[in-house]
């Protein structure tokens, strides 16, 4: 079955980075885009971007354009985001999503969410 | 671009049908039928409900159901259930790269 299984919680300090992870199983990796959303607390869903788990291409919100690196590692099936500059705003859960096939815009499967807390 | 508009709340009685509405603009949800619909818990991941505007996936219930007008995308659940109060979110494709969702409705099962 398919599973996207996120790496843990995390606190930083504001102007550091963070890197993220998703690993997925249950299908074949590169067959289908990953996405990444982002949840501050009591809010709503916010797009952060897409890679290619094939090419290894990335395309980012423009909202985040700048601060954030979509990658992956093809040879654990393993998705990562890395988001710097961090700020109190960035104080969220952070979900990877798997498109539904390549280039497609709906999600069939999330992962758990990753909460950071960025905080002095 | 900005997100999709979505109404804060919306409440309905067991049994009864509640509608949702997701508003864009004719760069999002006017020119694509690449609508989408997510339930979410609280706590928990968000849940696909509804794509390309009226496809339900596998295991959803059919109470559920999608449909578009112009810019403005509806959700409608029939039979309203207690297990359906939750968070519902809209998305839309937006042309290359991107994606926009809607700020959400929180649906209370009176």
């Known amino acids: 079955q398919v599973q996207l299984v996120q790496s843990g919680a995390e606190v930083k300090k504001p102007g550091a980075s963070v890197k993220l992870s998703c690993k997925a199983s249950?299908?074949?990796?590169?067959?289908?885009?990953m996405h990444w959303v982002r949840q501050a607390p009591g809010q709503g869903l916010e797009w952060m971007g897409v890679?290619?788990?094939?090419?290894?291409?990335?395309s980012y919100s423009q909202e985040f354009q700048g601060r954030v690196t979509m990658t992956r590692d093809t040879s654990t099936g393993t998705v990562y985001m890395e988001l710097s500059s961090l700020r109190s705003e960035d104080t969220a859960v952070f979900y990877c999503?798997?498109?539904?096939?390549?280039?497609?815009?709906?999600?069939?499967?999330w992962g758990q969410g990753a909460l950071v807390t960025v905080s002095s | 671009q900005s997100a999709l508009t979505q109404p804060a709340s919306v409440s309905g009685s067991p049994g009864q049908s509640i509608t949702i509405s997701c508003t864009g603009t004719?760069?999002?949800?006017?020119?694509?039928?690449?609508v989408s619909w997510y339930q979410q818990h609280p706590g928990k991941a968000p849940k696909l409900i509804i794509y390309?505007?009226?496809k339900r996936p596998s295991g959803v219930s059919n109470r559920f159901s999608g449909s578009k007008s112009g810019n403005t995308a509806s959700l409608t659940i029939s039979g309203v259930q207690a297990e359906d109060e939750a968070d519902y979110y809209c998305?839309?494709?937006?042309?290359?790269?991107?994606?926009?969702f809607g700020g959400g409705t929180k649906l209370t099962v009176l």
């Open positions: 999503a798997r498109a539904c096939g390549v280039d497609c815009p709906h999600f069939d499967y």
């Open positions: 249950g299908y074949i990796f590169t067959t289908n885009y």
């Open positions: 890679i290619n788990p094939s090419s290894g291409s990335a």
């Open positions: 004719s760069s999002d949800v006017g020119n694509y039928n690449l």
């Open positions: 390309e505007v009226n």
């Open positions: 998305s839309s494709y937006g042309g290359s790269p991107t994606l926009l």
